[in-house]
């Protein structure tokens, strides 16, 4: 039965009040990468770093999951195979919206980590360096997040889902990170079919074989909707 691996980004949270990263008044003109989103960031100043999470895990907890977001889940719901969705988002707004079968492949703002133990634990909503490690007691807790130069988490897993689908959908996702972009590749090379879903055309737009431009909210319950009355095409 025909499985379909989806790889979402920032965009398909935009329209829930949550900002993207390289939009023109995305996160990335706002903060600099190496200040939060980098281990290095985190050992230089480790309150910045725990204010800039807390806060995006304060308006995560307050947003509420859109129509695309819906759609998917809906789509899971229905499709006589597997759907998988492979997410660079760290909101829980997949799951919120009934999507069972997620990968956070950046992590979660929902879970601490303890860089002395690796104990993992859910997250206060307001985490800052007084926060301990509910196991060792050490003060090195840190969002459970995947920052810039470290490994994203389930790539094993992601890697058999990408070679196993027949159709492989990227929704809001700019294509400019790393390992994420590549799985359009991937997904292609294993014999999958791939669809692009974008407000607008991402720089690897070309590698897809069909494109869809408009709010997420908008293309993705269209193109479910297709899917839910035709199959794959
Ligand atoms: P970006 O901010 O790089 O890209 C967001 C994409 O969503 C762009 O291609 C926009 O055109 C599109 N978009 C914006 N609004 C939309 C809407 N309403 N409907 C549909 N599409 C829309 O975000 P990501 O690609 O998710 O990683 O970024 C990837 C990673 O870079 C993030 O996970 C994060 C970031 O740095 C880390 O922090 C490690």
Redesign the pocket.
């Known amino acids: 039965m025909t499985k379909i691996a989806i790889l979402t980004?920032?965009?398909?949270s935009?329209?829930s009040g949550l900002g993207?990263?390289?939009?023109a008044k995305?996160l990335?003109s706002q903060h600099r990468?190496e200040d939060v989103?980098t281990p290095e960031g985190f050992a230089r100043d480790p309150a910045r770093v725990h204010r800039f999470y807390s806060a995006r895990r304060q308006q995560a907890a307050r947003a509420t999951p859109n129509a695309?977001h819906r759609a998917l889940a809906e789509l899971e719901q229905r499709w006589p195979g597997e759907v998988v969705i492979v997410t660079?988002?760290?909101d829980p707004l997949h799951e919120a919206a009934g999507s069972r079968n997620v990968l956070h492949m950046?992590g979660t703002l929902a879970g601490a980590l303890c860089a002395a133990c690796d104990h993992r634990w859910p997250a206060p909503q307001e985490m800052t360096t007084d926060t301990t490690c509910p196991a060792c007691h050490a003060l090195r807790s840190r969002p459970d997040?995947?920052?810039?130069g470290e490994v994203p988490y389930h790539l094993d897993e992601i890697g058999d889902h990408l070679t196993e689908a027949s159709l492989f959908a990227a929704?809001?996702?700019?294509?400019?990170?790393q390992p994420?972009a590549s799985f359009v590749q991937e997904a292609a090379y294993g014999g999958a079919r791939t669809v692009e879903?974008?407000?607008?055309p991402?720089d690897i737009s070309d590698a897809f074989d069909e494109r869809r431009f408009?709010?997420?909210?908008e293309?993705v319950p269209d193109w479910v909707r297709a899917l839910l009355s035709h199959g794959p095409e």
Request: aromatic residues 10%; proline residues 2%.
């Open positions: 980004g920032a965009g398909i935009a329209e993207t990263f390289r939009d995305g990335w990468i989103a695309a660079q988002n760290v950046h997040v995947v920052w810039f929704i809001g996702t700019s294509g400019q990170v994420a879903l974008n407000l607008a991402s408009g709010p997420a909210t293309v």
